[in-house]
């Protein structure tokens, strides 16, 4: 009997399951790159943001990777403020280094230091670097005003050969300003 026991175990031990989760959620993560960012780019996939996998490793996935972009999130509102007591003179000019010794640096350092702990703690929980500068300065921004609910899970109607598994699309979803600004574009109207 599984009483009081969460979540799945996927047939795997627990260090299994961490590290296949967290392969799943750096490759959902990376293909939010660009095309130019690939070795070949027919590497490249067809749609950003998805990925394929059966049904109950997405369902898994799903919460991990909500909790990474929840972190990326929270850490917007301090870069933002850490850009306000920022310098804006180049680095390493007299104006730059007269700030750099002062006042301003150190708070600066301050306001910034929450955003180090959070990239920190999502890299801690990805364990790549390359996945986690995507998640902050690509994807976190488009969810900032979104409360939750970051990812949906699409049931493939075609089973997995071999073995017959349910398959799953996993995606980001699309906010509602760039699906409103899509529709516009791609459905003409006729008067």
Known sequence: MRHRRIGRVLGRNP?????????????????????????DPKQAPK?????????????????????CVTLAIKSLK??????????????????????RDGEGWKEWVKVSAPVVAYRRQVYRILGSKEAV???FEKIAPRYEERPGGYTRILKLATPRLGDAGDRAIIEFVVPERDRVANKAAVIPTVE
């Open 133 to 135: 500068a995507i998640l």
């Open 47 to 67: 749609v950003k943001g998805r990925i394929i996998t059966t049904l109950p490793k997405a369902k898994e996935l799903r919460p991990f990777v909500e909790r």
């Open 78 to 99: 301090h870069e933002k403020a850490a850009d306000l007591v920022a310098c804006k003179a180049d680095k390493n000019s007299a104006e730059w280094k007269q700030w």
């Open 15 to 39: 260090k299994h399951q961490r590290a296949l989760l967290r392969s799943l959620a750096i490759a959902l993560i990376l293909t939010e790159r660009d095309v130019e960012d690939y070795d």
